[in-house]
């Protein structure tokens, strides 16, 4: 009986560490899809560079963008494309990137009036707030970077990152007299709770940006 007591005690113990490194896993993961999907756009604006298509080439840029809407069943959710027939910030269905895992998907959590979450295109994954319990998304040092409860990061044919929103710009690299390639650490919280401005460490992980060279990693 008492050898049994001491197991019991050894494994309350043991739940007790680990439930709290199980809870930032599930963080991780997403964060870590996140930061492939980044990369992913980045290699997606460097191949195919929409240089002199059109006259305003500049935006059709690839992009990722994040959103909190119905078409996501209201949860954070994000889809990887460029704009280039409308030009308008949102896209068609056919300019959401192929999910290279299943050519039969494209690479969004759920899009308003396009792809819905559920939908047999959608790539589920992508919907974080489902697929990872993430809650909510700030953006830090990104410039401009919310629009309508939406948020985005593109690049350009070499790969650096910019801010604001492609269908906004007047020439390929400023807004309303504003350079908008990135020049700070742009930083991207995933947060369990509701609101990231309320989020413990436990509760959050943050993804980097680095200005010029684009390149994006998990801040430990």
Same mark, same amino acid.
């Given at each position: 009986?008492?050898? !049994?007591?001491?197991?019991? =005690?050894?494994?309350?113990?043991? $739940?007790?560490?680990?439930? @709290?490194?199980?809870?930032?896993?599930?963080?991780?993961?997403?964060?870590?899809?996140? =930061?492939?999907?980044?990369?992913?756009?980045?290699? !997606?604006?460097?191949?195919?560079? #929409?240089?002199?298509? /059109?006259?305003?080439?500049?935006?059709?840029?690839?992009?990722?963008?994040?959103?909190?809407?119905?078409?996501?069943?209201?949860?954070?959710?994000?889809?990887?494309? /460029?704009?280039?027939? /409308?030009?308008?910030?949102? @896209?068609?269905?056919?300019?959401?990137?192929?999910?290279?895992?299943? #050519?039969?998907?494209?690479?969004?959590? +759920?899009?308003?009036?396009?792809?819905?979450? +559920?939908?047999?295109?959608?790539? &589920?994954?992508?919907?974080?707030?489902?697929?990872?319990?993430?809650?909510?998304?700030?953006?830090?040092?990104?410039?401009? $970077?919310?629009?309508?409860?939406?948020?985005?990061?593109?690049?350009?044919?070499?790969?650096?990152?910019?801010?604001?929103?492609? &269908?906004?710009?007047?020439?390929?690299?400023?807004?309303?007299?504003?350079?908008?390639? !990135?020049?700070?650490?742009?930083?991207?919280? !995933?947060?369990?709770?509701?609101?990231?401005?309320? $989020?413990?460490?436990?509760? #959050?992980?943050?993804?980097?940006?680095?200005?010029?060279?684009?390149?994006?990693?998990?801040?430990?």
């Amino acid at each position: 009986m008492l050898e !049994l007591v001491f197991v019991l =005690v050894i494994i309350g113990i043991l $739940a007790a560490v680990m439930l @709290p490194q199980m809870q930032s896993t599930k963080l991780r993961e997403a964060a870590i899809q996140v =930061v492939s999907h980044i990369r992913y756009t980045q290699h !997606l604006a460097m191949v195919d560079d #929409k240089f002199d298509k /059109n006259n305003t080439w500049y935006k059709n840029r690839w992009q990722l963008k994040f959103s909190n809407t119905n078409g996501t069943d209201n949860k954070w959710a994000y889809a990887i494309f /460029n704009d280039y027939t /409308n030009q308008d910030g949102n @896209p068609n269905e056919n300019e959401i990137a192929i999910n290279p895992l299943d #050519k039969g998907k494209r690479l969004t959590g +759920g899009y308003s009036g396009l792809i819905e979450y +559920g939908d047999a295109k959608a790539s &589920e994954k992508l919907n974080l707030g489902h697929s990872y319990s993430v809650n909510d998304i700030d953006f830090t040092n990104c410039g401009i $970077a919310n629009d309508d409860g939406k948020k985005r990061v593109f690049f350009d044919h070499l790969g650096r990152p910019l801010t604001d929103n492609p &269908e906004q710009l007047v020439n390929p690299y400023s807004h309303a007299g504003k350079n908008l390639l !990135l020049t700070t650490q742009c930083q991207i919280e !995933l947060c369990e709770v509701s609101d990231c401005l309320l $989020a413990v460490q436990d509760e #959050k992980i943050t993804i980097q940006i680095e200005p010029e060279t684009g390149y994006v990693h998990i801040i430990d």
